[in-house]
């Protein structure tokens, strides 16, 4: 390491010159400056600075995921990187209570100067959602129309060129896909694990016929609902069957992909395993954080602007709620719950299979 | 205040014999103990005494506020409660953090010991559900019949009673409708009001109609959009529509209440009506610390146990998702901000009005 | 309000342009880009935006706390730009979660390169200080000497001038002494409050002689400490000795002002009282929640460097450790629970007291 | 797994009777009830529920650690436990929160009936203290001497049994002194290392030495303060240096476990390495929690009772103060930092090491 040439002042490392001369309140311009304006300001720009940290994770980890081989070590940076994205997702989160001080009379101050802005112009955070791995087509259809028509040209062109590219979500699916140790010499994994689920659903139906807490109807609904499970889990083996519920958007991932998560899942507890398994994790949780501000962020709108018009001309809130869920990247990591089976009915795995994945 | 006279020893004083003797695994008794077992129970424990204290908080503010006249030391008093209140949530949120670290394996562990045991058999949180104000016509569907099959004849009976007895909801409804100053001699408020609203309505109006950035579909939902808002302005000022649409479910709270309710929220600078709106807004709070929780508890059953049945034989997380929203138990207050014009529009009050305001 | 003449774009509304392009990792200057030092500078930039609200709240308080009558709905607006100011300070004390996410082996990659910058050099942390009361006589040595040695002229002559200026403690403690109602005709309040007092210290020693669950040693060593806070309550009435204290630094605010705010602390529940009530605990709180900050801000500093030197130079963690606790604002506040007196002792207000304090 | 015989009740599973049976307020007794006396003793039985819980925990770590062999997905587990104890202390930490909504004015209204209970006779928090490690030669003076002197004879000898066994500290250390790879063949890593420090140490001494933003005071100061750091990695290496350091207190753990935990900091991104390395920092976490809660808690009793005594007649601040940094039970690990040197300069293992320690 070079010594510094020259000492470093913290201003002027920080620029701060430019930093704190970016807060122009748009009310100041057209009259009476409205006290709140600034927060309104400064809590965005805070936003904007953090997905900009953002990105700079996303764009160091898609590389290392898409080499034809991850070691180890590289998955431990993975997931230091990944849970940095969650704690700046709390402070996301956290943010939300600063902004909610304004009232909905504070904000009726200064609405109008910024009409047709909207946070939806927030290149960075489609940046992230697409980087991620959010096609246009996983969009709702409000969203499909307006995510790129208020934008301007260089901003659209931009986002629709990253479209183009493999994201976070492609990276992974295919590093799942390279995933050895599924067949290995006379132990064919998931015949075992089908006779183990068959049992299990046999179980679940005997437990739910003998129940008579149950009302008929319930029954009857709950047999159906298993009857369901069983079919989803048919077709997981099924590769026919599979690409069907994919066309109908029921996965997203490949099968060979989703198996293996699968099975990262059921024996997360190998040490060979536990690198990807947390990766797997974090993926799920940087969706849950994402819905959890998603979510937060609707509710304050709505306590804001009630069912007004939001400043970019949509119908603010309903657009929102209607995201919350939707807009997950990871939905088949987190559906993988649906297919786990207790422990004790876990197919042993043999010896020689344990020594190679531990190599 | 009286010496005591016999000194207290902090094991007895908390009752630690009972509290810490409380804690027996199903899992044991039929064989091997579930490690995290130990945790489900305690987790849930843990919610029952914060229940317990939110309803202790509940039940000393129910009589004050039902008085008929309540002054404004016992506002703040009911105050400093309803924030108590706020963070016992913030705490009921923060144990679903714990509860997440036991995984979905460890759970199926001890799942089917359980049965039909559920999170919907906590006797305090129907109660408090209940003294806030959810009747049981306010409930989806699903909900309405299932909140007291699985009870025992006791408990069901307590319940039921407790439904016919007067709750917050109706206590601050009456409150509210009590509340003075709306007309004041020659001071009629409303008219004066509807007036703002009309222009601040035409103003929006205007913009829709002048925004080249939309469409001609989204101008048309928008303007669609703002005649819906107005025709819930004027069944605002009109006792008929008013009652209709409460009959259709849209409002749940009088016609005189909810204008209490927006004068208030309207002139909350008011120092007379500092204390008041706070209550106000304490109340929706409890709503969205409730909403927030069921959020959060909804996808963790949903991360532990997918699509499978939940320990009460219900399909666990659908009928929780959609109560997430549902039970809320102010939502009028919530909805107001509808009904908020900028405060530049906002009509100035007589200085007699404010004098007798301040008495 | 005027309608806005020229389109409002969110990228530009918030100056993107330069707020994402102020980030500039003095190692790839130097060579090799350090991954985290992106981390480092942003953590920093958000931290000054905050820092810019918090002195745009303060300079919005300072006016209005300062004119010669104070009217409630003021105290309000003051009351909720405060709570602001702790939800931001909550984000401050989130974002060292973010920071901690680097490593110390991962700082250790860039530290030498900011050398001989430092967080001391934030003008608008010190410009906080200054503004809420911190004189430069209340610095520990270390600190005294240090807080301008470190900045250029322009800084330090900027800062030096903020001295001079009254702060928001100095508002404070005037709005305090111009409060009324102590003396009211007959009624001499703290003659009362005295009585009182002394009853209660006459109780408390008596516990403590008729402890037989005591040592000797112990007796002795609380009976010691229940004579000084005897005779600090003695120093509260009695000018001069008050005034000798404040000289010795165990005091900063007059007796006047402490004698308002502990007589604010005693009959909070008067609705006249609840504003004022609700400032000096906003205040307590501000000091509460820097604290809160310095202490994780050192422990993590510790963390990241253990007992190196700091990028400044300075002997990092020893000395934030030291201001930690020093650099309280409003220290008297927090210290008036001392002569706070068990409710069933304090003194009723006579009627035309409290019908005056409510006007 | 079996079937439940005999169908579950969630308020018989959970014991509500004893439970929510277990709060009989002194007031009460002696008199008129004291409203928040509920929410002190809801507060603290929570607390006792989740010290339950950690000790759980505790209990099923220590035999897993105190294992002559403890192999990698054991690690794993570990690591969850104390992933969860971190989450609890969490909620112990955002409990102190409900608690202050309790004013002082409210505390004094049944303080005296509580006396001499104290929070210092919660045994199981002094259990969790003494498993984790923390021994009475490390308790302050004050702490040392009341530690037991307010238990009853069972408590206390149940208490002192305890410190006998083994604890937590003790199998870490032991587990650490097992580890191998520190000397393989001809690479003697410890040698290797010492010529990077004494690397590292001539450039700092450099860098403060052409320092001319520091004055000659401060040179004299950071000079001697490295020659320290100097000393302390000399003995680091030196067995009877280090046993005097031990003796003065200086360190607790052996030299041989302290080299353990060193390498594994500095060579964390080693597959092999990571789940030791979350281990390790793992402890340090808990202790950093409980840090967090004794420093809040201490602050929160100071506002609540200014400098009174406390209800166990111990002048309860002050004690509180000393204990907040005192009781680290794993100081030696979070002093490793000051040991840490820069990637960079860190030696390269060869790759027969690397393998070794992959197996």
Not at 148 to 157: A, F, G, Q, V
Not at 301 to 312: A, D, E, P, Y
Request: glycine share 4%.
């Amino acid at each position: 390491m070079q010594k510094n040439t020259k000492p470093c002042y913290y201003p002027e490392y920080l620029q701060l010159n430019k930093l704190l001369d970016a807060q122009h309140p748009e009310s100041t311009k057209y009259g009476a400056e409205a006290h709140d304006e600034t927060l309104f300001i400064i809590v965005h720009q805070a936003y904007e600075l953090w997905f900009k940290q953002v990105l700079h994770e996303i764009h160091s980890i898609l590389p290392v995921l898409s080499q034809s081989h991850v070691d180890e070590s590289n998955i431990s940076t993975v997931n230091l990187r990944l849970e940095r994205i969650h704690r700046i997702q709390d402070v996301l989160v956290d943010q939300i209570d600063i902004l909610e001080t304004m009232t909905p009379l504070d904000f009726l101050d200064f609405r109008d100067y910024l009409i047709p802005a909207s946070g939806f112009q927030s290149i960075q955070f489609k940046e992230i959602e697409i980087l991620l791995g959010l096609k246009s087509e996983y969009r709702i259809n409000f969203d499909k129309k307006s995510f790129y028509s208020r934008l301007n040209e260089k901003d659209r062109n931009y986002l629709m060129d990253l479209e183009e590219k493999p994201s976070l979500f492609d990276a992974v699916e295919k590093w799942l896909e390279r995933m050895p140790f599924l067949e290995f010499g006379d132990f064919k994994f998931w015949n075992i694990f089908k006779d183990a689920v068959e049992t299990m659903l046999a179980h679940d139906e005997k437990v739910l016929k003998d129940a008579d807490y149950l009302s008929d109807a319930e029954k009857t609904f709950q047999l159906n609902d298993l009857e369901n499970t069983h079919a989803t889990f048919d077709a997981l083996f099924d590769k026919e069957k599979y690409d069907e519920l994919k066309t109908q958007g029921r996965f997203r991932m490949s099968q060979e992909a989703t198996l293996s998560a699968l099975f990262i899942n059921l024996y997360r507890e190998q040490p060979m395993l536990n690198g990807p398994f947390r990766l797997l994790q974090s993926l799920v949780e940087i969706d849950e954080k994402f819905t959890t501000w998603r979510y937060r962020h609707t509710t304050m709108v709505l306590r804001m602007i009630g069912s007004k018009i939001g400043t970019g001309g949509s119908a603010g809130h309903d657009y929102l709620r209607q995201t919350t869920q939707n807009n997950r990247f990871f939905r088949d990591l987190f559906n993988l719950t649906t297919f786990l089976i207790p422990r004790s009915a876990l197919p042993k795995l043999p010896d020689e299979v344990i020594k190679a994945m531990n190599f």
